[in-house]
């Protein structure tokens, strides 16, 4: 989103029912979006589906809505629905099920040159640590249900995802992403 | 010394309440832990946003997303029939995309045409949330989506537009000889081609008339106001909107004192009938009357047993006349 005018001329192609610039918006903002919501939400599913609706409800408001900064007014209205979902779910649940990492206020959005940076890093991971780290954090799979599922202790699970941890943190330091990776 | 593999525990979760007592211990004891866990923390957070954004569809997003703001173009399916293009003006259609694709340069994308021709009733809806009820035998031929600086429609038939959208963005209806400008608005046209008078009747907001021929002259209608436009004299008129304008939707007509005249041509516009007399002094007749949801032939026996008069039908014409003394 580094190009205001572009972002100028792609709104108000929106406003005028354009569905084709909608489309390029979403297209562009759809999965970091949907990260954005996985910070509030636990599972994947309700992520999506809080950005899909913030987007249906752009569309709706196309004619009416004057936005600028296209990403910032999204995020705020994904981090609005999340916590709308979250005080539903409330009457169901007990607070200490939510998760415990909330975002930071001061938290840089991902951009796609970061995204690929850390994947390349992640990519560089031995298989086996690889596998185990992606199934903690992508599937959301505790220790126990990791080792059961690979046949291996539980004591090797916790070793491989604090060497995953340790070679993250020792390429991706604050200084290199500044640096332009 | 970091242990990483208690920090990974921390940050997974799996770490139990002592743990996690000690380590907020740890973190009150310096700053420079506070920053190292800083440090931890973002390589985490960063190794597991791009583990989840490398699994995000978008595609499969995107498609749900389209599906909810489907359809762009409503037709209402009451009254729904194939949709018949006229071949000429598909390819005039195709020449006017085709002119604003040039005059466009730094557009990537073409805009569709998009023609509807109705022989009935029937409701559609633009792009800029415009909405079109279109009377049968109405022709209405734009681009879709409306992406340039004015809305062009070229329209001939009768229908109630209701204009939605910015109020700096022109809605420009093009019915050849006139054009209509409005911004924000709800307004009837009459104007079909084989007929040699349109009339336009303004609901609310603001209209202006131009004539092609005389650009510069500008007639504005306010809501509650109308025109007349002869044809072949060219001849523009300000008038009070007609009461009855809407009445061919709205199946609501109300006659104050009308002459049968004027009566029997709205029934003819509404009802798209045809209603002639065999004795003009029928004409001269008044009507006070307000008929709601009514059908044509219940409306034409209240005026029938008003006025005295029976009908016939002629070639799919009807023909009033008066009862003749002891029918």
Partial sequence: MEQKNGDKDLMQRIARGDDRAFELLFKSCYARLVIYARKYLSDSDSAENVVQSVFVKLWEKRAEVSISNPFAYLMIAVRNTCINELKQAKQFQSLDQFPVNRPEDDEVPLDEAIVNKVQSVIGQLPEQRQRIFRLNRFEGLKYAEIASLLGISVKTVEAQMGKALKYLREHLTRKMLANGL | ?327
């Avoid at chain 2, 390589?43 to 995000?56: H, I, P």
């Avoid at chain 2, 195709?94 to 045409?113: D, F, G, K, N």
């Avoid at chain 2, 209240?302 to 005295?308: A, K």
Wanted: hydrophobic content about 45%.
């Fill in chain 2, 1 to 327: 010394m970091i242990n990483y593999e208690l920090a990974a525990r921390i940050l997974s979760g799996e770490a139990t309440a002592d743990e996690r007592s000690q380590h907020i211990h740890w973190l009150n004891e310096s700053a420079a832990n506070v920053q190292l866990w800083e440090e931890l923390r973002m390589a985490w957070q960063l190794g597991t946003d791009a583990t989840r954004y490398q699994e995000v569809d978008v595609q499969q997003g995107w498609q749900k997303v389209r599906d909810a703001i489907e359809p762009k173009v409503i037709v209402a399916p009451r009254l729904f029939r194939p949709v018949q293009f006229a071949a000429a003006s598909v390819i005039l259609l195709m020449m006017v995309a085709a002119l604003i694709w040039l005059m466009m340069p730094e557009r990537i994308l073409l805009p569709e045409s998009f023609a509807v021709s109705s022989d009935v009733q029937q409701e559609v809806v633009l792009s800029d949330g415009t909405v079109v009820f279109l009377n049968h035998g109405t022709n209405l031929m734009c681009v879709q989506p409306f992406t340039s600086d004015e809305r062009l429609v070229q329209f001939s038939g009768e229908a109630f537009f209701d204009v939605k959208g910015a109020d700096n963005w022109p809605f420009v209806i093009d019915m050849g000889d006139l054009t209509v400008h409005v911004r924000g608005t709800s307004f009837n046209i009459r104007s079909y081609n084989e007929a040699g008078v349109a009339y336009i009747d303004v609901s609310s907001g603001l209209v202006e008339i131009r004539q092609k021929h005389n650009a510069q002259e500008v007639l504005q209608l306010e809501a509650g106001m109308g025109a007349v436009y002869h044809k072949s004299s060219g001849l523009l008129t300000g008038v009070k909107a007609n009461p009855n304008a809407l009445a061919w939707k709205t199946r609501d007509i109300k006659f104050y004192n009308t002459p049968l005249s004027e009566v029997l041509e709205t029934l003819e516009r509404v009802y798209d009938v045809e209603l002639s007399v065999n004795d003009t002094t029928i004409l001269n007749e008044r009507l006070g009357a307000h008929f709601s949801q009514n059908t044509f032939t219940y409306i034409l026996n209240v005026v029938c047993m008003t006025f005295d008069l029976t009908y016939t039908e002629d070639n799919g014409a009807l023909i009033l006349a008066r009862k003749k003394k002891g029918e």
